[in-house]
């Protein structure tokens, strides 16, 4: 059981392993109903994460741009979740192809050859498959809130398209497949639960690579560029932390002992994230705001995704407290550098995941380091951090060159950067032919 | 005493403020306001264009003193207008008299309570 609390995607003889040690309804064919129902609800609460985020970035975009905003969110449900059931899942978790670039596999093209597979963890193949599609519909939205106000719709449904095949997959395929890279580094895998380098890091660093390659706002930093609806932004917050439970406690692939681990650490850190947050704020500004207990939940969740299978409470305690106080000096360190990360895509999922990422190396709870330390032959904490670092690093290094060459591409062939006059007319009438809030606009 | 209404278009807001705060008038009123001159506007709703018979348009409110109304109505003219010659829609200014001004802290009246 060396993997059973680290690992997303568990290998069939460990599922078995784990299975017997768990009592659970079977049915005739090997299905684990218990299990297969919680990733049905896990499935569909990563699901409505989207629409959250998108209230969440819609609620902070002026009310010109509301719309546009939303729609990168939600344009990213079709464009994803089309390209996951054609290659996605494929390129994700086939067999190594091209060196271990990405997997391939052409029984998964167009899922076609998992009709009728049970997997080892007695979850219908589809269940997993649609779970995994969720994580590569949020993340190229994520990006979305660096860029925010200044794009052109169609040069950004061909920019995720590309990013999602050639970012999101292979990252994902060498973080989770089972012969990826970095599933395989160190003793028993760079620790990676719900998708911190993958999710998080990925989708931060190509958000400040973009931002910085399409250049601020028109007027940005003199202009004051009011958020259009706080409280759109909060209900979006919320319905992010509730999807966070699918998010991370789903990714353990099972309904049990790690399930409840990971759904735990999840709630402290968001916790610990919003309240450490609201008090930085209320000692450096006076007040304490509402937009600031959001990004506070967001902080936590974030640096708590990496991290949900191996800490236990007080670890996620120190993480949310830990990802609340370096975001929030990241983001006063944006302002001062005077770069365009408009949402703080990176300030707070780039810079979180990292914290999160690395950090979870001293709260590793001791059952894991030894099953790690059984299977390598002793292993300390100072190895796996090492690990950490190594699968930080690439993943970085990796979304920063590709997303530069496809922000290149992109830009030069249909257009990214959004031209001046539509910019300040606003996405929502340049690109859509609408108005968010009618002739309500009160801000 | 003059009393400055302009009604411009809402993308133009920020460029207008900026204009104004460099020409060091910046005791503005700004309100969102719906309207109809000559302009047509197109939105879609499912498929089928509309013409909403209200534009959003943004209007400003500020009271000058005699020698400051050209430069406030030049700068609003300049940093309104469309690029490329200004288009229908660009908005309006109007200029009326304006009887008595009052700083309600102070109770100052006239010319040095603008």
Redesign the interface.
């Known amino acids: 059981m060396k993997k059973a609390y680290s690992r997303k995607f568990l290998l069939v003889v460990l599922l078995m392993l784990i299975s017997a040690s768990t009592v659970f309804a079977a049915e005739g064919n090997g299905i684990d109903s218990g299990a297969t129902a919680w990733m049905l609800t896990s499935t569909a609460l990563v699901l409505l994460m989207i629409p959250g985020l998108a209230m969440f970035y819609g609620g902070l975009v002026r009310t ?1 741009n509301v719309l546009g905003t939303m729609m990168h969110s939600f344009a990213a449900m079709g464009v994803m979740s089309v390209l996951w059931i054609i290659v996605g899942y494929s390129m994700c978790f086939g067999p190594n192809v091209l060196g271990g670039w990405f997997g391939w596999k052409k029984e998964y093209l167009l899922l076609s050859g998992i009709d009728d597979v049970i997997m080892g963890s007695g979850v219908p193949e589809y269940v997993f498959s649609m779970f995994q599609g969720k994580f590569a519909i949020i993340t190229p939205a994520l990006i979305a809130g660096a860029f925010a106000e200044r794009v052109t719709f169609r040069g950004y449904l061909l920019f995720i398209a590309l990013w999602g095949l050639l970012v999101y997959n292979p990252l994902c395929h060498w973080v989770w497949a089972s012969d990826g890279f970095l599933y395989n580094m160190g003793a028993a895998g760079a620790i990676d639960f719900a998708g911190g380098t993958v999710v998080h890091i990925s989708a931060g660093v190509s958000g400040l690579v973009a931002a910085l390659y399409l250049g601020a706002r ?2 940005y930093p ?2 004051s560029m009011p958020p259009s609806n706080l409280v759109m932004t909060m209900i979006g917050a919320g319905l992010l932390w509730v999807g966070w439970f699918g998010f991370n406690a789903g990714s353990s692939i099972s309904s049990g002992l790690a399930t409840a681990q990971a759904l735990t650490a999840t709630q402290t850190a968001a916790a610990s994230g919003a309240l450490v947050w609201l008090i930085i704020e209320g000692i450096h500004q006076g007040k304490s705001t509402a937009l600031g207990f959001a990004s506070g939940i967001l902080a936590g969740l974030v640096a708590v995704t990496p991290a949900a299978g191996v800490v236990q409470p007080a670890g996620a305690l120190a993480l949310g407290a830990s990802a609340s106080i370096i975001c929030y000096l990241a983001i006063i360190l944006k302002n001062k550098l005077g770069y365009d990360d408009s949402l703080d895509a990176f300030g707070v999922h780039g810079v979180g995941g990292i914290v999160g990422a690395i950090l979870l190396t001293f709260f590793i709870r001791d059952s894991w380091m030894a099953n790690a330390a059984s299977a390598a032959g002793g292993w300390t904490i100072l190895q796996q951090l090492g690990v950490q670092a190594a699968a930080v690093s690439i993943a970085i290094v990796y979304a920063a060159v590709l997303t530069f060459i496809l922000l290149i591409i992109v830009n030069k062939t249909l257009g990214l950067r959004a031209p001046a ?1 539509k910019e ?3 996405l929502d ?1 340049a690109f ?4 968010g809030y009618g ?1 309500l ?2 801000s | 005493m003059k009393l400055i209404t302009a009604i411009i278009q ?3 807001l ?2 207008v ?2 204009a104004l705060i460099e020409a060091e008038i910046t005791r503005i009123t700004v309100s ?1 306001v ?1 309207g109809h001159g000559r302009q047509v506007d ?4 499912r498929g089928q264009k509309i013409i909403p018979n ?1 534009l ?1 348009k943004i209007r400003l409110d500020i009271a000058v003193n005699e020698a400051f109304v050209d430069i406030t109505v030049d700068t609003i003219i300049k940093s309104a207008r469309s ?1 490329g010659g200004g288009k229908i829609g660009d908005g309006k200014i109007f200029i009326t008299p304006l009887e008595e001004c009052i700083r309600i802290r102070t109770n100052e009246r006239g010319g040095e309570a603008i």
């Open positions: 010109k028109r007027g003199n202009t006059d300040s007319a606003g009438s859509h032919g609408e108005h002739m606009n009160l | 809402e993308d133009a920020d460029a403020r900026q969102r719906s197109e939105e879609i709703y209200l959003p690029a």
